[in-house]
């Protein structure tokens, strides 16, 4: 490839996918990855699914390795019990979280994609009619922009991008993401509930305080999800996951509709010990109980590029679906979006079996 051939390349590259973590990550991957890359985007921005590399279909991509058997110790698991959370340096090596970063890049700037996280992200601001009349990228980025000036916008969410891609699929559903997520709930098996990326920009505002399982349609205790960090995260301005230490065995707290209200404020300092964010490098993580409410602070205003992690959730393997009443609270909230395309299928109280709720290899 000639000097002159690769500059317009690159300069195509960002052209096509200004806003993309393609573009924020392109600086890592060599000219071959962003030549094909590039080539790909021309011919098929409509991509749903790119084949993985060849394996057997019950090969996961991350193997369980002897570090993970002695760091999830009894010590580990009593302080996630304990807490709610616990940090996992290193859970991916340098290597396979290039390789991850690579492969949400590519799936991310698919149009499919893009369009799916803007179109969500603009129905929790405009509402569901103007979300909808914006037919194209450019009026999607031209309307939400709007809402980030105001500090609305918290981030851009992509769900569930293993459903578009086999290798992301392969990644979601690897025996290490099991072992662990199994080991910290006490459970035998846990199934794949969903993933997302989670972009955050210097223009975004601080994502409030929250949990996870109020959001999801299970009935059940046993949720977790891990936080892979896709980019360095400083401890200072970088907008890490801050926890607040045994809120998610806060019993009272869904009771009382005062103390409800806490999830939206800033400062829960009077009611918990405020575990702030950690510095985190790439396939370092976090792990959080469903119930856990965590938050984090906008980036740092002079960050040149976004925060990228990727979240991916995990439930025990018997969780049930919630009773008609709950769930119906639970499809009005933003995550629906996530468990709409398998939730007719099943009724309150059923066994959560799906194929879109594949099960994970029991530890052997």
Known sequence: ????????????????????????????????????????????????????????????????????????????????????????????????????????????????????????????????????????????????????????????????????????????????????AARLLGVSQVRLYQDALFMKYPSHGPTRWHSDLGLSPF????????????????????????????????????YHSDLAESYTQDDLSSRYSIEEASELQPGDATWHHGWTLHAAAPLDSAARSPRVAWAVSFVASDARILPEESLSIAQEAEDSVSFEPWIRSLRPGDCAEHAMLPLLPAET
């Open 1 to 180: 490839m000639t000097h002159r051939l690769r500059s317009r390349l690159l300069t195509r590259a960002a052209l096509l996918c200004s806003s993309s973590l393609a573009c924020q990550l392109s600086l890592a991957w060599s000219p071959l990855f962003i030549h094909s890359w590039i080539l790909s985007s021309q011919t098929d921005r409509h991509v749903k699914v790119r084949a993985a590399p060849t394996c057997s279909a019950s090969e996961g991509l991350w193997q369980i390795r002897p570090q993970d058997r002695s760091t999830a110790s009894a010590d580990t698991q009593l302080h996630f019990e304990r807490n709610g959370f616990c940090r996992v340096a290193k859970l991916l090596s340098a290597s396979e979280a290039s390789s991850l970063a690579q492969e949400l890049a590519y799936v991310q700037s698919s149009e499919i994609c893009e369009m799916a996280a803007l179109q969500h992200e603009l129905r929790q601001h405009v509402g569901p009619a103007l979300a909808s009349s914006c037919q194209t990228l450019q009026d999607c980025r031209r309307t939400l922009q709007n809402c980030s000036r105001s500090g609305k916008v918290k981030f851009l969410q992509y769900f569930n991008l293993h459903r578009h891609s086999a290798l992301l699929r392969r990644a979601a559903m690897s025996p290490r993401l099991g072992f662990w």
């Open 219 to 254: 009935d059940t205790n046993s949720f977790v999800t891990a936080w892979l960090a896709m980019t360095p995260v400083p401890a200072q301005g970088g907008s890490g996951l801050r926890f607040a230490r045994g809120s998610h065995r806060d019993y009272t707290l869904q």
